[in-house]
């Protein structure tokens, strides 16, 4: 069975209260079960990690080499900003899908640019929960048997 890390960035652990006109009442375990279940359907164990702390997600990154075989994303804010992220996903050589849960291009202008994902597989927004059971169907395609 194949194992993928489903990591998710800063203020993610707020969902479910967290302006949910934008980002849905989901709770961040409720989405984790959800992807989950639908990981072990398709016979990929999902493990599951949030952080506030861009060194956190880093060192998660880093660490998933050595036994992930993907990682699906949403690094929040950091999307924006991070360099450092950046440069961990090109490092660690195995597929990042990034997603986000709110239309990124129908927000504020600086959400329109992510500094991920020219170092991901690809990028899915916009479809609330759905985004991340998106990103693990894209991953399950992108790994193969």
Same mark, same amino acid.
């Given at each position: ?18 302006? $949910?006109?934008? *980002?849905?009442?989901?709770?961040? =375990?409720?989405? +984790? &079960? ?7 359907? /398709? #016979? ?30 949403? $690094?929040?804010? *950091?999307?924006?900003?991070?360099? =450092?992220?950046? +440069? &961990? ?7 990042? /899908? #990034? ?47």
């Amino acid at each position: 069975m194949k194992s993928i890390l489903l990591l998710h960035g800063p203020n993610l652990n707020l969902l479910g209260t967290r302006e $949910p006109d934008i *980002y849905g009442a989901l709770t961040l =375990a409720e989405i +984790d &079960a959800r992807i989950q279940a639908a990981g072990a359907q /398709v #016979e990929i164990e999902v493990r599951c990690l949030q952080s506030n702390h861009e060194g956190a997600l880093i060192d998660a990154l880093h660490e998933a080499r050595n036994w992930a075989s993907g990682v699906i994303f949403n $690094p929040g804010g *950091y999307t924006h900003t991070s360099v =450092a992220l950046r +440069d &961990a996903i090109a490092a660690i050589d195995i597929p990042v /899908v #990034e997603v986000h849960l709110s239309n990124v291009y129908a927000r504020e202008e600086f959400r329109h640019k992510s500094l991920i994902s020219p170092v991901c597989k690809g990028k899915i927004s916009g479809f609330g929960w759905h985004s991340y059971w998106l990103g693990l169907m894209a991953l399950k395609e992108i790994l193969g048997d």
